[in-house]
């Protein structure tokens, strides 16, 4: 038999892979202005320090780190973690779990709960990374409909009352891809609508530490009574993202059940990844490293708006108070999709927001990254981008 | 609603967690003698060599390194591991795919492959660790008859055209737990049969560089020519299991789907630990490093065989080629499994071979390691053991 004759397994059936990273190979060419992908700023990864611990935690702790660790994780990062996850959510939590990027932890959570059919709910839109992990567990996604405040609380009671949802998948701050923050007072509803209908919350977070502006409100894991939600923090965007390394913090059943997945995953996170981390909280190096780089953002982020303040009539998108990512409604009839190309071109890209949706749609819909180009590249990209639109609407 | 009252799916249903690392728990008492698990020495460990690639890399390219990486592979270890895989196969292979460990292999595999009760074909007994990713892919474990020389090639065959398996696992040298290694003449075979009834066909070699004694086969991929051979390989033998590096060769479309599984699973594997394993396969530090380590173990199993020559009349083992184990079928009528708990009151371990099965029994096998205690220890541990022996023969 000809190995083109393979059967994969159904759970691929129209799987393609993820836009994003498709066209990160397209737009992977010198010159290139990529408002797209989600890349922290050279500038914002410590290389110097991370070469010095790197050999620091080999020298110190190199047999333990070289050897085989516990799916649990690496027992000096367990402490660290631990005190940090809590000082973020904001209270104690009875567990923590390392992962291998916070991308591991929706694979786990769904290894752990999905069965083929059952229902999430999601945001409209929401990260097209983790929806194509639901897909691949072949949940049925139920998008739920949100506001300027994020998911609306009639509607995602109204969904989990429907489809008896295992999960409800919600990013609270500065979401990807709109930018958007969930509203404080809805945060101790979700909690209690979660305890009420027995659904699990992944509330991700991976850019709450990004903040430019404005207050920080608690995490729904602050109002969590049950232990129906599971808190995803990263150290992908204020750390490095290479390095693949974020958590699980919540309900020890849980984690012990995603622990039990992660056995057959990967048996455990790189060590040394985890020890590199480790030292960064030990040493008490963030609070400075994340100034500084949210200053640095933050300047790149208003930038963009300006130049968007410019744009097009009927040109729409949302100022964002942190994170990575600004949204814009481009004016109805325009086709993000469709003025890619004409964008690569100009040698500018950014990604269609018709791909975050979970049933696609809304064409004239797209994500800018602000935070992986210069001001002088900002300035630049924006301008094309404003021409090619100026040119399709003529 | 009360957390404990959630609803976990269903590929969890019968899984309690793999014996050894619950094994490893109990055991992680100073003093104690481990025969069980499969830790290379921590003498093996190039904890100094690692400490200064780690730094050099991370100064000489850190800002890739700490960046986002393509699920690919970090790009100077794609070609590097190229090389290194062609050699260990013996021939050109048309992809490699570095993954979390080969763990992270034989987990995107599944997913790439298996529909629950989809048949995959194992040796008996094999790796557990596999086995339990298997179960929780919900497949059908069949597990084909094998005798000093491997697999049996009629038995083989016979399962293949009953079965229609959809994947064909087995460790071609010094198998995990038996030490056996697949008899040259039957690795053409192999290759030819997986083409005959279109099974893909993971050959799992780990240890093929630790070999104390006799001539290497070629790998099975080595005659594969339609491509259902996917050659899986691992550095954490030979270098840092902790790193969590391992790789797969083979079928650039059987690549493809996995990679884009292993987008949703971690995005990617850590480029720090692949840039690291990149430095030591670039500076042609392993035939070295491997010569030494495998001297210490050719002793270390040396002296455990020669234990092994004096223990109770009764007592069978498998004298290996290379690799970590020894595999001990115990005069029938002891059972290893309820012996354990005496041993370890003695302060010695092993992992009792029935959790090597699919489905269990063989109550009077049991697999020693030998790679992680010193000669002193081996020597203290095997009476012990034998102690308990004939204790229980009495």
New interface residues.
Partial sequence: ????????????DG?T??AI?EI?KLIAQPGMISFA?G??S?SA????V???I??QV??ED??????????EGYPPFLESLKAYAEQAVGRAVPAVLPV??S??A??LLC?????PG?AILVEDPSFL??L??MR?YQAKLVPVAGDEGGLKLDALEQAMAEHHP?LLYVIPNFQNPTGRTLAADRRPAIAKLA????V?VAEDDPYRDLRYTGEAAPAIKYYDE???VVFLGSF?KI??????VGYMAG?A??LR?CT??K???????????QA?VDRFLRENLLPDHIARISAAYREQMEAMVKRLESFPAGTRFIRPEGGLFVWVELPEGLDALELLPKCVERRVAYVPGTHFYAFGGHPNTLRLNFSNSTLEQIGEGMEALRAVLEEALR
């Fill in positions: 038999m000809r190995v083109e004759d393979i059967r994969y397994a159904s759970r691929f799987i892979g993820s990273r990160f992908g890349n922290p050279p990864l410590p290389d110097d991370a070469a010095r790197a050999a080999l020298r190199g047999k333990r780190i070289l050897q085989y660790g516990a799916t291998t990027g991308t591991q929706m694979d290894k752990a709960l999905i069965n059952d990374g983790n194509q992990c691949l295992k305890a009420k209908y027995g699990v049950e232990g129906w992908s750390i490095s993202p290479g390095m693949r309900d059943g849980i059940k039990l997945g056995q057959s995953s990967d048996l455990h996170t790189a060590n040394l990844t590199i």
